[in-house]
């Protein structure tokens, strides 16, 4: 966990703003979910890498609780719970600090930031479409000059394995092995699960198909999967929805993966990861998660959604060294020039602030020029000294710290002067 100071902190909040901005511009209504939730609904779906890496504890009341590792259990039990009666589709964003045990690296934190979006109620592909349009309008709005998307779908694999009678949790757990990459460990959960020569072999060549011409990538997928009948109705899925995406004449760079899985275990359907080409880590994740509503106690809902990790788009942001576009306030600093006047600079800076001007009253009683040269080691714009005689003609002495020029302004004028220069 880490300190963010000024400056981080600053682009952090820059990049929270852009993706409160992209949930207004796609109709997500904001909800804020507690930090600490029970450990048995977090723990529900969150597949054992996640599960494995949660802050778990006992509260006072001896409840089984822990702190989030992700927004979407949180808004499953609100879409079973108290909005189970909402008109369909509810399209709802959420932005905060999410918690996982994870090996500390660079991108890997122990505490981050996510700004998750979940659209509730939808099958159909224009609503998987939609993800990754707003994901590619968050990465570009943050200021990033490229993305790439690493597309998916669960119900390949899941197709098969089902149509092979294989169970669930060794599923599940072929499918956490293929997340990290460890093929061999899933070839060898696989194996044992009993599976035919004809499943094995469909496997095998399916984990080796992916690439960029979308529409090549998924004739080959339906060539492979063609005994398999779920399987060739989700490859089908995946292309109506690249198809939508095309049609909205958003270009993306869309790589498809077919032996892509996630850790998380609810997915149902498409899966989706961004990357920046400079960054080998993973910038935003989702997919479609048809059941999990349901498992809370809610109706059937279907439902799809995406979080994104704000630290790491900063961290795509630095290594870009692209410069934040942000407009700057100009900066004022009061000074008093004797302590009988600190009244008057208060109230002058009251007026300014009320005017929208950024403004520090100089509180540690220093000299003027000691104030000043602070203020000018620190970039601040002007300095606004207040002294006995312009205070009698209603003015101060307005000085610019950047030019080294002084003039003397009529109070109701100052607002408007600063903003001018
Ligand atoms: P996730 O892939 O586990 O998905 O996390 C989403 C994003 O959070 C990742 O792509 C990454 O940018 C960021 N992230 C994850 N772990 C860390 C970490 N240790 N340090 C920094 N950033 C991290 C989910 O959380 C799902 N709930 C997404 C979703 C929403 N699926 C459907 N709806």
């Not at 981080?8 to 804020?32: N, P, S, T």
């Not at 979407?72 to 045990?101: D, H, M, Q, W």
């Not at 302004?409 to 100052?414: D, S, T």
Request: charged share 30%.
């Amino acid at each position: 966990m880490r300190d963010f100071l000024p400056e981080e902190a600053h682009l952090m909040k820059f990049i929270e703003d852009k993706a409160r901005r992209v949930a207004q511009l796609y109709g997500y209504k904001e909800v804020i979910t507690p930090v600490v939730e029970s450990y048995e609904l977090l723990s529900a779906k969150a597949g054992e890498e996640v599960r494995s890496r949660m802050f778990v504890f006992k509260d006072l009341g001896g409840r089984d609780v822990a702190l989030r590792p992700e927004f979407t259990a949180s808004v499953a039990r609100l879409v079973a719970t108290v909005l189970r009666n909402e008109a369909k589709p509810l399209r709802l964003f959420c932005v905060g600090s999410i918690y996982r045990y994870d090996e500390p690296q660079r991108g890997r934190y122990r505490e981050f930031w996510q700004s998750n979006y979940e659209l509730i109620g939808s099958t159909k592909p224009e609503a998987d479409a939609e993800i990754l349009l707003l994901t590619d309008s968050l990465m570009k709005g943050a200021g990033l000059l490229s993305c790439a998307f690493k597309i998916g779908h669960v119900g390949v694999l899941r197709g098969i394995f089902d149509q092979e009678g294989i169970k669930d949790d060794a599923q599940s757990r072929a499918m956490q092995l293929m997340d990290k990459k460890q093929y061999d460990d899933a070839f060898r959960v696989i194996r044992e699960t009993g599976m035919t020569a004809r499943g094995l072999q469909t496997l095998e060549r399916l984990v080796q198909l992916r690439g960029k011409d979308v529409k090549g990538v998924a004739k080959e997928m339906k060539d492979c999967v063609r005994d398999y009948g779920k399987a060739v109705s989700a490859v089908e899925n995946l292309e109506e929805i690249l198809e939508l995406v095309s049609r909205s004449r958003t270009t993306l760079d869309v790589t498809v993966e077919a032996g892509f899985a996630r850790g998380l275990e609810y997915y149902t359907g498409m899966i989706v990861e961004v990357y920046v080409p400079d960054l080998n880590i993973a910038l935003g994740g989702g997919g479609r998660y048809d059941r999990l509503i349901e498992l809370f106690g809610g109706e059937p809902t279907p439902a799809v959604g995406i979080a994104h990790g704000i630290d790491r788009i900063m961290l795509g942001l630095q290594e870009q060294k692209t410069a934040l576009k942000v407009e700057e306030e100009k900066s004022v600093v009061i000074v008093p020039i004797s302590p009988s006047l600190i009244g008057d600079a208060l109230r002058l800076a009251q007026l300014l602030r009320t005017g929208g001007v950024h403004v520090e009253v100089e509180a540690m009683r220093r000299k003027t020029s000691k104030a000043l040269e602070d203020a000018n080691r620190k970039g601040v714009d002007f300095a606004v000294i207040v002294g006995e005689k312009e205070l009698k003609e209603d003015a101060v002495a307005l000085r610019d710290l950047r030019k080294r020029e002084q003039k003397a302004v009529k109070i109701e004028k100052l607002v408007e002067t600063i903003r001018q220069v």
